[in-house]
């Protein structure tokens, strides 16, 4: 269950990280097609693996489908960039190239589960339906955004775009605002929303019922809302969704209710009260949103080293293949950071939780030899799985040896709680304080803010600097020797240097070689500056062109070639000829610049 939760994020993280736009080998309707083709031959591979593995390997088969169906998305979004005929389309592009990602992500996983199963066709339709409609609610939240950002990025009075840089007070609070309004909605309204999905039923009328009905009445449990889990009938497990009264949802698997005994049931009810009373449905979101915040903070100190790094190796060994790889690249950083967050942090309260869970019977009165009845049961009923190890809980028999202990000495169990509460605590004191890092740059430019984002700024330049010195000194000896620059060679040398470490703060290979143009200008190396500031010329694209850097350009070559000290220099035709014939082109194209 969490195994596919977890490669459905990669995937939602690949539809997030693609390319809307780049090099390409082929138009966007053929690499639509040839990505198809690829899809195609993808669905036969898992026809055919599924029909070679074994019954008993079901897991093993369906992270391998998981990871071909991935490998396909990379295929599909970085390599091919089948995704440009959505991005074509003027209203909600974004929207259209996610549905139909994830359409092709779940119709892989649904073909996989169909062949798999083990019962008539019929049968087998309906378990792989459950399957996928189970997965349906985690991605909801990501389509939503999608569809609300489109829509909001159609409005002709909301600069959503500028917005974005955050440049005034309003527009920091609107941008911190809007995923935090978001948030509280999802977490009213996302739990009714789940139990439709999952076709959820209210649970029969029965002696079983009525107790647990007792329970929360015991519990304090206002509005109990018993539900039985229909999309995995074929699972025995339970869980509580919602953190708002009204929509408060507990949900058994009927296999669940029919392999266990009554007391068990009225245990695992207790635990999930547990997780209710402990707000732990609550805690979750901030648990993940310390991921977002992790993100933002890896990349206040180590974005510029990256980018300065991936636009230093461009240069350094030019190919159109860079295009393909740099977002692959970024999606491979982040997904290695999930899985180190999902695993060391996210496991780690998680399995607290459980354990806190699991000691709710002592709060509730209720038997710990009946939730220790309950773990045994389902072990048994599961295979004997006591001992199968989990990241996100203890074993089965970790939780009834430690509910055993706890029984002999109760005193472990207001010890727990005050661990889990010094835990969290600490978890929120560095989340408050990464937040701040993170959302520094965009915040009034006073104390300590100031202080904060100048700190970081300092940090992330020597990070850069440190981390790309033997980069940049490849690439300035590669330009003194491929353009054959003329002059001081160490000085040369380190005007060089210095400038390309503006690679980092988002500069273009046009904008670098202009300022580095500058600068031997400036130092005296006219010959250097005259060679390089052609070459600027030279590899001009007219496509794209940005104003601010053409003003700039032709301002800087026109002080140069009336300079009267160099007129007569010898290289100073050469670029009087090339910067002749791309104002021609220009003109002759109409540029407005």
């Not at 109760?410 to 010094?422: S, Y």
Request: net charge positive; aromatic share 14%; with cysteine.
């Amino acid at each position: 269950m969490f195994a596919s939760i977890f490669y459905l994020i990669l995937a939602l993280l690949v539809i997030s990280l693609a390319p809307q736009s780049g090099f390409s080998f082929f138009s966007p309707w053929n690499s639509f097609l040839i990505s198809f083709g690829i899809y195609l031959c993808v669905l036969a591979l898992i026809y055919f693996q599924t029909t070679f593995f074994k019954r008993g390997r079901k897991n093993l088969a369906l992270s391998l489908v998981n990871l071909e169906l991935l490998a396909f998305l990379i295929i599909h979004h970085f390599l091919l960039q089948g995704d440009r005929i959505f991005f074509q389309q003027p209203y909600f592009s974004s929207t259209w190239q996610t549905v139909f990602s994830l359409a092709l992500f779940f119709l892989g996983l649904g073909f996989f589960h169909f062949l798999s199963a083990k019962s008539n066709k019929s049968s087998n339709s309906s378990q792989a339906y459950a399957q996928i409609t189970f997965l349906l609610p985690f991605v909801l939240p990501f389509l939503l955004l999608t569809v609300l950002l489109d829509a909001v990025d159609r409005l002709p009075f909301f600069d959503f775009k500028h917005m974005q840089e955050m440049s005034t007070p309003r527009d920091t609070f609107i941008m911190l605002s809007l995923p935090l309004g978001f948030m509280v909605l999802m977490l009213v309204f996302l739990a009714p929303c789940i139990q439709w999905i999952w076709r959820c039923q209210t649970m029969e009328p029965s002696p079983l019922r009525l107790r647990l009905e007792d329970l929360c009445k015991r519990a304090g449990f206002q509005q109990p809302k018993l539900k039985t889990w229909t999309v995995l009938n074929h699972s025995m497990t339970a869980a509580i969704i919602g953190v708002v009264a009204p929509f408060k949802y507990v949900l058994f698997t009927k296999n669940l209710l029919q392999a266990v005994s009554p007391e068990a049931i009225e245990a695992i009810l207790a635990h999930e009260i547990g997780h209710s009373d402990r707000k732990h449905l609550l805690i979750y979101p901030f648990i993940l949103m310390g991921f977002i915040v992790l993100s933002g903070v890896f990349s206040l100190f180590f974005a510029q080293a990256i980018d300065e790094t991936l636009m230093l190796t461009t240069n350094l060994y030019p190919s159109l293949i860079w295009d393909i790889l740099i977002p692959l690249l970024v999606f491979v950083l982040y997904a290695g950071l999930i899985l180190v967050y999902f695993r060391l942090v996210f496991g780690f309260f998680s399995r607290l939780f459980e354990r806190q869970a699991d000691l709710h019977v002592f709060t509730l009165a209720v038997p710990p030899t009946y939730m220790i009845k309950a773990l045994d049961e389902l072990g048994v009923a599961t295979g004997h799985t006591h001992h199968h190890p989990s990241w996100h809980h203890y074993s089965i028999q970790q939780r009834i040896d430690f509910l055993r202990k706890a029984e002999q000495t109760p005193a472990i169990v207001p010890q727990h709680h005050q661990k889990v509460r010094r835990f969290l605590g600490a978890y929120f004191t560095v989340l408050i304080l990464f937040t701040l890092f993170f959302i520094s740059p965009w915040l009034p430019p006073t104390p300590p803010f100031k202080q904060i984002h100048e700190k970081i700024q300092n940090a992330s330049s020597y990070i850069a600097r440190k981390w790309n010195h033997s980069w940049r000194v490849q690439l300035a000896e590669k330009y003194i020797a491929e353009y054959a620059l003329q002059g001081n060679q160490s000085q040369i040398n380190t005007i060089l240097e210095h400038t390309f470490s503006f690679y980092g703060a988002g500069k273009t290979t046009e904008e670098i070689n202009l300022m580095a143009a500058r600068r031997l200008y400036q130092a005296g190396e006219i010959q250097a500056s005259l060679t390089l500031l052609r070459q600027v010329w030279v590899q001009l694209s007219l496509q794209n062109l940005s104003p601010p850097f053409f003003i700039e350009l032709v301002q800087f070559s026109d002080l140069v070639l009336n300079k009267s000290a160099i007129r007569e220099d010898a290289g100073i035709e050469t670029l009087r000829r090339e910067y002749h014939r791309k104002m021609r082109l220009i003109k002759d194209q109409s540029k407005e610049i």
